[in-house]
């Protein structure tokens, strides 16, 4: 096998426009191109569309081959496909589309190909490093490529405008922080303006736009990607009519969002919906281990997911829809440990119950980077865990709670004292599941607080 090197500078072709592949071929050095089809796969990141661009062509050659002419041998019936920027592992070949025509644009190298019989030759590109360097090209010519165009979807010509429902709640308050860091436009879709304005003051959050319900249609429409994570805290002592509306706030919400992005005309739908469900969606267990693949229980939390879960799934089939089921989040000024901390500073802390339930917990920045990741990257469709990947039990957590704090987890809160304050709520504290984010890690997702220890410690420092 031998090897030729040569460098070539590229520009853009028109969507319309053809493309002889012999031609370029050709002018690289009497080079033929034996196939029975005259074309070849390039790969391109949507966002670098219309940058030039400087790049290395490898050309393996055979040793067959006459010394006057070098044979690139395609696969037959190959067409022509765009490759996504994408921002997880690199997965080249899972990860391509078909595109309408050719276009000659920066490129990302083809990290690998299952050669076949009629394949014994491939040409090869990178933009960033020669490409018979691997291991350089690995480690920083794709990250440097991935994070280039990340960084032009969302640069200043292409901040996303995002509507979310439930943004005044734990979770949304730090997700639009987060989100206009990061410049992007935000538009809060509430039941109460006033409430939203005192979290969201204009002069922290200039340009933000706050909508009650009969706004939420102009705000929905134009936007880039919408986040659903309105809903009633179940943490209360559960009534017939709290029950009903634990439901109802869930599946009124996300019926009337998928409504408004279906209801948008095309050239105004958003192409994402981010929508919150949770990890009570696999009933409960103290041996089981669930991900994504396991069945549904049957208890009433699990009966709310699944119904949660449908009404999300409604969208229409262009939207691309993330459903993240989100375990117990950890964080100081919200949610579990909101309730935990004050005990433990007056001495009376303790595990729920046995404390032999399974806590699938995660912390706040880590749930919000991960809906953040599900809003930006193609790769995040379906139902991902938003759980961290080392659960433990209740007398675990609070354990390393106590000693974080300097306190003593001595004093436990018996079952028949929840149920008697709690009722049929009590089942979310005394009842656990043990849930692995499965999907996140295949994704690449990285957890900034991957163990209960360094999550406590972030939070109480």
């Not at 119904?307 to 949610?335: C, H, M, P, Q, S």
């Not at 802390?349 to 809003?375: K, M, T």
């Not at 009722?423 to 499965?438: D, H, I």
Request: include cysteine; aromatic fraction near 8%; hydrophobic fraction near 40%.
């Amino acid at each position: 096998m031998a090897y030729s090197l040569h460098f070539g500078f590229g520009y853009p072709l028109s969507d319309r426009e053809s493309f002889d592949m012999s031609s370029l071929l050709s002018s690289l050095g009497n080079v033929h191109l034996h196939s029975s089809s005259r074309n070849v796969i390039f790969w391109s990141p949507n966002p670098s569309k219309g940058l030039p661009y400087c790049s290395f062509f490898l050309i393996l050659s055979s040793p067959r081959a006459s010394r006057n002419s070098r044979k690139v041998h395609l696969l037959k019936n190959v067409e022509f496909f765009t490759r996504q920027a994408l921002h997880g592992r690199v997965n080249t070949m899972g990860c391509i589309k078909k595109h309408p025509s050719f276009l000659l644009r920066p490129h990302w190298c083809l990290h690998s190909s299952k050669a076949s019989e009629n394949l014994d030759h491939i040409m090869r590109k990178s933009q960033f490093a020669l490409p018979s360097w691997d291991c350089f090209l690995e480690t920083f010519g794709v990250r440097l490529a991935r994070y280039r165009d990340r960084s032009l979807m969302l640069g200043e010509k292409n901040q996303l405008t995002v509507s979310i429902t439930g943004a005044t709640g734990f979770i949304g308050r730090r997700l639009v922080q987060r989100l206009h860091t990061d410049n992007h436009n935000i538009r809060v879709l509430t039941r109460s303006k006033s409430k939203a304005e005192l979290i969201f003051p204009a002069r922290e959050f200039p340009g933000i736009v706050i909508a009650e319900e009969p706004g939420w249609k102009d705000c929905i429409q134009g936007s880039d990607g919408v986040v659903n994570l309105a809903g009633l805290p179940i943490s209360t002592r559960w009534s017939p009519e709290i029950k009903k509306e634990i439901k109802q706030s869930r599946i009124r919400v996300t019926s009337k969002v998928v409504s408004l992005i279906n209801d948008a005309p095309d050239v105004a739908r958003p192409t994402v919906l981010v929508s919150a469900t949770a990890v009570g969606y696999y009933g409960t267990s103290e041996t089981a281990i669930f991900d994504e693949r396991s069945p549904s229980g049957n208890d009433y939390l699990a009966e709310v997911c699944r119904e949660w879960e449908a009404t999300a799934l409604g969208a229409n089939k262009n939207v691309r829809v993330a459903l993240i089921r989100i375990g117990v989040v950890l964080g100081k000024e919200g949610g579990a440990l909101a309730k935990m901390i004050p005990l433990f500073n007056l001495f009376a802390g303790g595990p729920l119950g046995s404390g032999r339930q399974w806590f699938s917990w995660i912390h706040l920045d880590d749930i919000v980077n991960l809906i953040y990741e599900a809003l930006t990257n193609p790769s995040y469709n379906g139902v991902i865990n938003g759980t961290a990947p080392n659960p433990v039990k209740l007398a675990e957590l609070c354990e390393r709670l106590g000693a974080a704090m300097g306190r003593p987890s001595w004093l436990p809160v018996p079952d028949f004292a929840l149920k008697a304050v709690l009722g049929e709520g009590a089942s979310v504290v005394l009842e656990g599941q043990r849930v692995v984010p499965t999907r996140a890690k295949e994704l690449g997702f990285t957890f900034k607080y991957p163990t209960v220890k360094e999550a406590l410690k972030a939070i109480l420092s």
